[in-house]
């Protein structure tokens, strides 16, 4: 029989078993919060270039009637695809956007800006605030003045915001009431739910207090894969976040050697490091010192970022030790500005063993005292402990700013260097002043002309020089596009003297010119990713050797140069190539990934370029022809690469050797200026000029440069000239099989221009398509770019101008005379190769060695192909 207890304790368990089953499908059956992926003004879904899929923003707009729709007047070059950007919500007044979020979890925000015109507005006059549920995100911010200052042509700001207690979200724009005519926009705007990865973190100096990061909201700073390659939004372990290489954040000549966890070692999370903390891409490369114990000794591995003052801020160092196996192998201190933050950190310690990810937070106060606008990162080995090795490991970082105790994370607008404020003015001023009249054509053709008889007297003097010197030469040598290469491991310096062609290794002066800024690749990795410099890598030939197809860290294509013991162009243009690529970061200039210069080699290892050199899209090819479109696009991207070079570094860069061969095109068609081997720094504030060597390739040649030997910025603004008709149309600098007044293009382009008959030489794949208004801007700023005189050329700012305009009319050809040609479209492009490829008419090269002291007649070593250097 059955008690009435067993009965009662029956009922009670089947009552609690009830319960815990209905709260446990319950908890199931929540949906999990929603993310909001929106395109600002877009009237339909888009997508972009990681396939994200984009929603209209309308319906989340608490007040409609306070904005309005718009689309940008051109798509820069730079932007990586027309979803968000291409499509603007315009507010002239407050305006908010509410969302439903969880109560109880953390979410980022995103928000998308591309500072170009919209309609009748001017970029510079969006001015505005941005609040987030009580937070201020951004304070009289404007988005033109921050592209331009970052050379950037878009920018986005991400936001890490504490929960929501309503469940509620508000996004408010607020145009400034401190400019007159103020507006605010957005693209795109991202609201993705997060885990709570942020706790204490220990305060930097005191030993015995921490920061509350969990009860803050943040801004991401800065999200570095150190040692490591760009990881996309659809890369990443499930939170959309973007990872940049570190490179460009380096300081001083110690780059430290990069490396890859191998095949046979598995990343694996632990119980307190999860994914979300940072994908696998992060944990499987990083940045260490290299294997010489002495020089580790003796330097840090250093970072230095900017950020703004009178913040706390949160520094994430990310570790996964795959190299070292036991405690104290590698023992290292960490400091932040220049204080103690870790002593003796080991990775093996905090982990438990190999291949295991762990992180450190360490918080800092940025005071408003000189040089508090920078944060230093920097790692030492703990000399003291006597690790087995003295090194130091790095595989990710990131930086957080906190808000202060008014909810405020707004700081001020980053600031455009003065000569780029400068050049701009000169560019607007002359704008203003363009008049194409008759007068003024008659004056430059003559100059051009006058320009072209000497350009025809040097071809006929080096050709002379060549037949009777360089007779035993082959100048079959062709060009093609190339790819560059990074393997994994340490990397190793020699610096023995290099038995090839008598030739000395540039290691033992290279070391301390620019070795420590770029990664340096071993003699054996090398041969490892191009399979033994075998033939079938081959993509290119040049002045300086093969170009070689590799494969680096598990499959990234990259492009290796070698150079050719018997080139004429030796260790100067392979020192000059590596410093200035090591220093430059641009969009539009091609990134250097490292080099090699072990047992006598010189190697150069670039970033792939898929698409090649511009001029083998040209002509003598069997590639499809570009559109106009498509070539503007590229003349425009090379331009804004120039005018970087020219005013947007620490110094003037006057590249030298401007050329369609040097004019690289990534996967998606950005231009990309390469080969910096003849390159020089530009004159100073008191100087009008640089005293230099002819050197160039003829064809390309600035008259005025050859005639006196003073080298300044117009030097390259003429050669640009020269590619420009070049891409009208279609045919080669220098052409020897043409009648002799066709022979230079320049010359000729400049004298069916004064005839009135240019549209009969331009490419007849073109004829048709190209706008009249579009056109004459075009020819009439190549026209300009070739004035035989430096002082009547105009800026690389006033090329670029020029060429955006014409773009713009080639787009919206009935609004030519409604767009302010008065109105300077500020040059904003971003920061983060083939070589040279194509089989070419004559051309005639300048090589290194032109002048011979003791020998004035040979002043032109060599005439080669048409080619990449």
Known sequence: MISITQILYSIIFFSLTLNNTIHALSQKTQPYPVSYVLSCGASSHGTDENGRRWKSDARFLTNSSNSRTATAQYQDPSLPSTTPYMTARIFTSNSSYKFSVSPKQRFWIRLHFYPAPYSSLDPSNASFAVFANGFTLLNNFSASTTAQALTQAYIIREFSIVPSQSGDLSITFSPSTQHKGAYAFANGIEVIPMPDIFNAASLVGFSDQSVDVHSSSLQTMLRLNVGGQYVPPNKDSGLTRTWYNDSPYLFGAAFGVTSQVDNNTKIEYSRDVKEDIAPLNVYSTARSMGPDPKINENYNLTWVFQVDAKFTYVVRFH????????????????????????????????????????????????????????????????????????????????????????????????????????????????????????????????????????????????????????????????????????????????????????????SSHLSSLAA?????????????????????????????????????????????????????????????????????????????????????????????????????????????????????????????????????????????????????????????????????????????????????????????????????????????????????????????????????????????????????????????????????????????????????????????????????????????NVVSENKYLRDTYPTHGALLNIDEESELVLSEEIDDPDNPDTVFSQIVNQRGR
């Open 319 to 506: 570790f996964c030790e795959y190299v070292m196996t036991k405690i104290n192998q590698r023992v290292f201190d960490i400091f932040v500005n220049n204080q103690t933050a870790q002593q003796s950190a080991d990775v093996i310690a905090w982990a438990g063993s190999s291949g295991v990810p762990v992180y450190k937070d360490y918080a800092i106060y940025a005071s408003d005292r000189d040089g508090d606008d920078k944060l230093w990162v920097a790692l030492h080995p703990s000399v003291s402990m006597r690790p087995e090795y003295y090194d130091s490991i790095l595989n990710g970082l990131e930086i957080f700013k906190l808000n202060d105790t008014t909810r405020n994370l707004a700081g001020p607008d980053p600031v455009p260097s003065a000569m780029m404020l400068e050049a701009e003015a000169r560019a607007e001023a002359a704008a203003k002043s363009y008049t194409f009249s008759d007068s003024n054509i008659a004056a430059r053709v003559i100059g051009g002309v006058v320009g072209g008889v000497v350009g025809c007297a040097i071809v006929v003097g080096a050709a002379f020089i060549y037949v009777t010197k360089m007779k035993s030469k082959d100048n079959s040598s062709q060009c093609s596009s190339t790819t560059w290469l990074t393997l994994n491991g340490y990397s190793h310096t020699s610096t023995g003297k290099s038995t090839v062609s008598g030739r000395s290794n540039a």
């Open 516 to 816: 420590g800024r770029c990664r340096h690749f071993s003699l054996s990795e090398i041969r490892h990713g191009t399979e033994d410099f075998s033939e079938s890598k081959v993509i290119g030939v040049g002045g300086f050797g093969k170009v070689y197809e590799g494969l680096i860290d598990g499959g990234t294509k990259v492009a290796v140069k070698r150079s050719n013991p018997s080139s004429e162009q030796g260790v100067h243009e392979f020192e000059t190539e590596i410093e200035m690529l090591s220093r430059l970061r641009h969009r539009h200039l091609v990134s250097l990934i490292g080099y090699c210069e072990e047992d006598g080699e010189m190697i150069l290892v670039y970033d792939y370029m898929a698409n090649g050199t511009l001029r083998e899209h040209l002509y003598k090819t069997k590639k499809p022809a570009l559109s106009w479109k498509q070539r503007l696009e590229i003349c425009i991207g090379a331009a804004r690469g120039l005018h970087y070079l020219h005013t947007g570094a620490r110094y003037t860069i006057i590249h030298r050797d401007v050329k369609t061969t040097n004019i690289l095109l990534d996967d998606k068609w950005v231009a990309k200026v390469s080969d910096f081997g003849l390159s020089l720094t530009g004159p100073t504030l008191n100087q009008t000029h640089v005293s230099t060597k002819v050197k160039g390739s003829f064809g390309y040649l600035d008259p005025e440069y050859f005639r006196r030997q003073q080298l300044t910025e117009k030097s390259d603004v003429y050669s640009f000239g020269v590619v420009l008709f070049e891409v009208l149309c279609a045919r080669p600098a220098l052409n020897a099989s043409l009648p002799k007044e066709q022979v230079s293009l320049a010359d000729w382009a400049m004298h069916c221009q004064k005839r009135g008959i240019l549209e009969e030489i331009i490419d007849p794949q073109l004829k048709g398509h190209i706008n009249p208004e579009c056109l004459k801007k075009f020819t009439d700023t190549a026209e300009k770019c070739l004035s035989d005189h430096g002082i009547d050329r105009p800026s690389m700012g006033d090329v670029l101008w020029n060429l955006e305009f014409a773009l713009q009319l080639g787009k919206n050809p009935e609004e030519g």
